[in-house]
């Protein structure tokens, strides 16, 4: 055979007349074209698993596709295994069991004013805590626990699922302290009842860390400082003794202070701030 001449497999490597090279099969270059299977769970919109496992912070990209091909993640209580899949921020991802957050985690805390609903819009025309911050982040951020409509102070706002749900729950609850207006003074009686612990709410005590009377103030103002979580809870100890709280403001939570926080105004937390928190 010459050395010019084509044999039966050269067609795959070489040229033919023409000078135009012909692909090679063996590099996946089939000439057939299989139609690629959609998997039932695929979404054709938002962003691939493996890079929402890594913003979350658990890995690599790398990593988490070895993690999704061991079935470790969840989206919306199904495993899923595919390699490309594709999830939406709203979809509930999880790796062994513990629900992911893409987003980095955002902490910020205000000063709240009176005259702000801090869960819905429950009158209309009613203003709500997210219109204050709404500058602060574009992170889907929550507060954590409540403050009443006219109350004023300290709120707590997060994405971080993990730190809202320890903070919400905590075995021993958060440090708070209160300055608070009554509609009358606070008799000597009714002081040291709420000081001793001789305070009844629906039929549990309450326990408070300390009372104290405002420093050349009425008696109408108090301080106190407790570490129950249960809504309402200032207003009830009072009224249960026959008082109304005119003005209440939350000036200290979980150790943060509105130290050089104007009233309406919000700041992000410090990592320390954020490790100390972590710790309660």
């Avoid at 996946?28 to 074209?33: D, V, W």
């Avoid at 509930?92 to 819905?120: H, Q, S």
């Avoid at 929550?142 to 699922?161: C, M, R, V």
């Amino acid at each position: 055979m010459s050395r010019g001449s084509n044999d039966s497999g050269s067609k795959y490597s070489g040229r033919q007349g023409g000078g135009k090279r012909r692909k090679s099969y063996a590099r996946g270059n089939s000439p057939i074209k299989k139609k690629m299977e959609k998997s039932p769970l695929s979404n054709e919109d938002g962003i691939r698993l493996n890079k929402f496992i890594a913003n979350s912070g658990v890995c690599s990209r790398r990593e988490a596709d070895m993690y999704i091909a061991a079935g470790n993640v969840t989206v919306n209580g199904q495993t899923v295994t595919e390699m490309g899949y594709r999830v939406k921020l709203t979809d509930d991802v999880r790796f062994d069991n513990r629900r992911l957050n893409p987003e980095k985690p955002e902490y910020i805390l205000l000063n709240k004013p009176a005259g702000f609903f801090v869960t819905g819009n429950p009158e209309k025309g009613g203003r709500t805590v997210m219109e204050l911050i709404s500058k602060a982040t574009s992170a889907r951020v929550s507060p954590i626990g409540k403050l009443d409509n006219q109350a004023k102070g300290l709120l707590l706002f997060t994405n971080d699922g993990t730190l809202a749900k320890k903070l919400a729950k905590p075995k021993n609850g958060i440090r708070q302290i209160y300055q608070i207006t009554l509609d009358k003074n606070l008799s000597s009686e009714d002081f040291e009842k709420i000081k001793t612990g001789g305070v009844f709410i629906e039929g549990s005590k309450v326990s408070v860390t300390a009372i104290s009377f405002i420093e050349d103030r009425p008696h109408t103002e108090v301080g106190l400082e407790l570490n129950s979580i249960k809504e309402h809870i200032v207003t009830k100890i009072f009224k249960s003794l026959g008082y109304n709280v005119e003005s209440l403001d939350r000036v200290v939570f979980g150790g943060l202070t509105k130290k050089d926080l104007p009233r309406g105004r919000f700041r992000n937390l410090t990592q320390q701030e954020v490790i100390n928190l972590g710790m309660l």
